[in-house]
């Protein structure tokens, strides 16, 4: 008759089964995440806003739900990775959260195998050590769990957070922003006043002949101006390079809007990030080869 399975290695099965369906369910319901939020897009484009506003709150739900898998999902590693704390009668104060957790949010969660892991802490802690986490009368269960599986409806803030995020995923323009109007057109000044502004008569300075350009000074110039427009620019020249690759927060429900920031200064995106969503180029970034020749003819007519 082959030995009975301990504790300890019945639980490390379902804790490796449950990791692996939380991460599908999470891998699911990011699919349907994209699917939800291009409807709601296209909602607000067509001027839907009351009906986008009520429907965008199931994805608010499903972020909720994802972002407790994505907690459960550490627990189940913590407790996997530390079994060899669970074999004593006593709960490990250092496992006391995660076991704690798991047993008051599984059985408000579609995962079966966290049913399954309850059921084994609790036979193992005994039916006080339950109630105990399912009432979180000691407060040992995570605050954020706690705080994800209220059902509470989502704050106004909140909503009107996801549908910003959304419209500024897809390019639609909402809330609806006035177009900036071109700048005025520049008036030519009178006669009357350039003739103010220049000397005239006796009053004008003619430029000695030594201080004018020679017709091989203006070909050299030109020469340089062709050269520097066959010319290959640096690789380096589209932009500022950093050897460090930040990737930016994803947004959450308690961070609608992520900004990435290194202490107390935000980080700004790159060339090809303002580009690619039509902003202004950030300032202090290293100009294009056609900006060089631009300024270099501004410069050759002064």
């Known amino acids: ?59 608010i739900r499903s972020d909720i739900a994802s972002e407790l898998h994505e907690m459960l999902e550490l627990y189940c590693e913590l407790l996997l990775a530390r079994a060899g704390l669970l074999e004593g009668p006593v709960c490990d104060p250092g496992l006391e959260e995660a076991i704690k957790s798991i047993l008051y949010a599984a059985p408000k969660t579609e995962i079966k195998e966290l049913g399954t892991v309850r059921v084994l802490l609790g036979d193992k802690y005994g039916k006080e050590f339950v109630m105990q986490a399912m009432d979180n009368s000691d407060g040992k269960v995570n605050e954020k769990v706690v705080q994800k599986l209220s059902v509470e409806p989502p704050r106004k803030e909140l909503v009107q957070g996801y549908l910003e995020e959304i419209a500024k995923a897809y390019g639609v323009n909402w809330p609806k922003r006035d177009k900036a109007s071109p700048p005025p057109p520049m008036i030519d000044s009178d006669d009357d006043d350039d003739d103010d502004d220049k000397p005239s ?16 000074a203006e070909r050299k110039l030109s020469k ?33 809007h992520p900004r990435v920031k290194l202490g107390s200064m935000e980080l700004k995106p790159n060339k090809k990030m303002e580009e690619a969503t039509g902003k202004r180029e950030p300032e202090g970034a290293v100009p294009d080869i056609s900006d060089l020749e631009r300024r270099f003819a501004a410069l050759k007519k002064r």
């Open 224 to 256: 340089g101006e062709e050269e520097l427009s066959r010319a290959t620019p640096p690789r380096g020249l589209g932009g500022p390079r950093s050897p460090l690759t930040v990737t930016p927060p994803r947004m959450t429900t308690d961070n609608v």
């Open 201 to 216: 008569g006796a009053q004008a300075q003619k430029v000695p002949a030594e201080q004018q350009p020679t017709a091989a």
């Open 1 to 59: 008759m082959p030995p009975q399975a301990t504790f300890v290695t019945k639980l490390k099965v379902q804790l490796k089964l449950a990791i692996a369906r939380l991460r599908m369910v999470q891998q699911r319901d990011e699919q349907l995440g994209k699917t939800h939020r291009r409807a709601m897009a296209q909602l607000l484009e067509t001027g839907k806003v009351d009906s986008a506003t009520i429907r965008v709150e199931n994805i």
